[in-house]
């Protein structure tokens, strides 16, 4: 996207720099990487990067104004409603798709969003490890609102540990060594000293909750949330902690902003970046252009049970109609030339909210296919995970 920083890194890169960059994410951390990362950074202009910045603002303030936390009460399965909910959410991530306009300028579309924790700590990391076997200019930073890593990591501890002892913090999983997202477990210990523990570790006494590291027993002040609910009942998982019960501790990222700011909310976002989107039970005729949308569950996680060749028939078939909805397709722009063709991009900005909302860092995913999780088209070259860099 800025044409001298592709040519220069495309002329310098080498397989041999892109295997050791690799070879230090996979074995750096105490749980590897399980995805993969792409060949390459993603270059922002100032112009398309203060585009993004104003789009996630304009779109998180609808999704917290008194009117819409009102009607996203409902979202809540009643089944897994959790006390000690916050005002508001600790962490917002909205994705966008970079496509182009009918003037040809690249410009943000919105695909999702969701008051959920993202993988703060390690792009700390891939951050730091892409400098080491990279030319980044140093007047490049993937961090927002003035931040560096420094106070990034300072405005991140705040948020999860705030002033208890790290170890009376943890990061609630359900098998955490087997999630793909394992390794930003380990950065976050590595950052910020919060161990990982697995939900079926949590010892329950009354309303306090501990855990065991090797003989100790360990008290429990504060949950960093990674639990997602929709994996939870699908696993039907068994612990002794119930999320419906009250216990002494916070939450760092309530459970509950998972459902109230999520695919829920794109119906009821106006924006000229948020692409026209419908639950499927207030629909009472199809679209005639039907290759136009897309099908989505509301509450699964990392694209599943997202339908791309949508047919009125695969619609008609489905029964639980208040939990999906269609959204117009985005026409992603080819966007980072690679040796083999161009990668398009979607943009996670993610945002924290200690005393207000800050935008603050960022994620990038890379695609050659129709899908753009790091799950898919991975026998492709130049996509997969990656950060976004924009000028100081």
């Not at 639980?320 to 690679?338: F, G, H, I, S, W």
């Not at 860092?361 to 088209?377: E, I, Q």
């Amino acid at each position: 996207m800025v044409p001298d920083l592709r040519k220069a890194y495309n002329k310098d890169f080498l397989e041999e720099k892109y295997s050791a960059f690799e070879f230090e994410l996979y074995t750096a951390q105490r749980f590897p990487l399980d995805f993969r990362v792409s060949e390459t950074p993603l270059f922002l202009t100032k112009e398309l990067s203060g585009l993004l910045e104003k789009a996630s603002y304009e779109i998180l303030d609808q999704v917290t104004t008194p009117e819409y936390l009102k009607i996203s009460k409902q979202a809540i399965p009643s089944d897994f409603r959790v006390p000690g909910e916050d005002e508001h959410p600790l962490f917002v991530q909205i994705d966008f798709a970079i496509c182009k306009d009918e003037a040809g300028n690249f410009t943000p579309r919105l695909i999702e969003l969701q008051g959920f924790p993202s993988l703060y700590c390690y792009e700390v990391f891939l951050d730091d490890v892409w400098r080491k076997h990279f030319n980044i200019p140093a007047n490049l930073t993937p961090y927002f609102s003035g931040l560096n890593r420094k106070t990034y990591i300072e405005h991140l501890r705040e948020a999860i540990v705030g002033n208890l002892n790290p170890e009376n913090v943890i990061l609630l999983e359900i098998d955490p060594e087997k999630q793909k997202t394992r390794i930003d477990f380990a950065c976050t210990e590595d950052l910020l000293g919060v161990p990982t523990v697995n939900l079926t570790d949590l010892i329950i006494r009354g309303k306090n909750v501990y855990y065991m590291d090797e003989d100790r027993e360990i008290p429990v002040r504060r949950i960093y949330n990674r639990v997602i609910f929709d994996e939870l009942a699908k696993k039907k998982v068994v612990s002794e902690f119930d999320f419906r019960k009250e216990y002494n501790l916070t939450w760092a990222g309530h459970p509950q902003w998972f459902h109230r700011i999520s695919k829920f909310s794109l119906p009821y976002i106006k924006s000229e970046y948020c692409p026209p989107c419908q639950f499927l039970d207030q629909i009472d005729k199809y679209p005639r252009d039907l290759k136009n949308y897309v099908l989505k569950p509301l509450y699964s996680f990392a694209g599943y049970g997202v339908e791309i060749n949508v047919t009125p028939g695969m619609l008609d078939g489905i029964t639980d109609r208040k939990n999906y909805m269609l959204q117009r397709k985005v026409d992603y722009a080819p966007l980072v030339e690679t040796p083999d063709g161009y990668s398009r991009c979607e943009i996670r900005m993610m945002f924290l909210w200690n005393d207000k909302p800050m935008l603050v860092n960022n994620l990038v995913r890379m695609s050659k296919g129709p899908m753009m999780g790091v799950a898919y088209n991975t026998d492709k070259t130049w996509i997969g995970s990656s950060l976004a860099y924009h000028p100081v």
